[in-house]
């Protein structure tokens, strides 16, 4: 999405508010070929639509950041631009602060506690997000066996290093969090598209898998996260055309041809 903004506040307890600093989100995805804007109307059941278009982008996206990609935060005044996901929500969490947010910040003030968060935050992005692509997009079974095992691994070391409630303690969510967050509520899509095999244990492990279930009982019913939570069954059908294999985004490209979805190449996979 791209968003005209003056700042952003995204701090735990995570609320997106007008009253720190105004903003106005643009759509940016769902184009049509021809650079006209989505109506709204359009039927995008990717099991019906063939011309599936969600990779066009709005020519005011592609102006301010060329690479297409979401979120792209530009503020209108100046032309300054912020973009990719995780430096973008710390920029807003710094931002919100100082124009007087007094919650928790996303990242520690100890120096020791801000590394570590950003180290299983980029971690997170590897074995994680990287390996939800791979399980949904690849079509080799063992491929398949293979980077589920892998997120697994994520999501365990992410139980393990969380010290409270959160990764950080009991205070609010992190860094850590707003970068998995939106990869743990989706991962029913694995069991749903990939069957049983793929399904994220509910318990087991010495208690491991309980903590995380209710550490993702807990973050999702945050009402600042539950408001941002898209409707499940609509989900399942907008992504779709990643498990059939039809999905033209860079990441989709990437993760076909047998790269990570971190790792593609916006000349090649374009």
């Not at 100082?98 to 801000?114: F, I, T, V």
């Not at 398949?144 to 990764?167: C, H, I, N, P, V």
């Not at 903590?211 to 907008?238: F, G, M, N, S």
């Amino acid at each position: 999405q791209c968003l005209h903004c003056s700042g952003l506040d995204l701090s735990a307890p995570q609320f997106f508010r007008q009253e720190y600093v105004p903003y106005q989100w643009v759509e940016a995805l769902g184009w049509h070929a021809d650079g006209t804007p989505p109506t709204g109307k359009e039927e995008y059941d990717a099991k019906e639509r063939k011309d599936w278009v969600y990779h066009h982008k709005s020519p005011e996206l592609l102006a301010v950041n060329p690479l297409g990609m979401v979120p792209t935060l530009l503020e209108e005044s100046t032309g300054q631009v912020v973009t990719e996901s995780v430096v973008a929500v710390q920029f807003i969490d710094e931002l919100a602060r100082q124009r007087g947010s007094k919650a928790p910040p996303l990242l520690p003030d100890c120096l020791y506690e801000r590394a570590r968060c950003r180290v299983a935050a980029e971690q997170i992005n590897k074995k994680v997000t990287s390996n939800y692509y791979a399980t949904l997009v690849r079509k080799d079974d063992e491929e398949r066996a293979q980077a589920f095992a892998a997120l697994l691994d994520g999501l365990r070391e992410f139980t393990e290093g969380s010290k409270g409630d959160y990764f950080t303690g009991n205070e609010g969510l992190s860094l850590v969090e707003c970068t998995l967050l939106p990869y743990a509520w989706r991962l029913y899509v694995l069991e749903h598209y990939r069957g049983p095999d793929f399904a994220v244990p509910k318990d087991g492990e010495g208690g491991l898998w309980a903590r995380y279930q209710a550490w993702l009982k807990r973050a999702t019913e945050l009402p600042a996260v539950a408001r941002t939570l898209p409707d499940r069954d609509r989900y399942l059908i907008h992504v779709e055309k990643y498990a059939s294999g039809r999905a033209r985004s860079k990441v989709g490209n990437a993760v076909r041809r047998g790269k990570s979805a971190h790792d593609y190449d916006d000349k090649v996979d374009g």
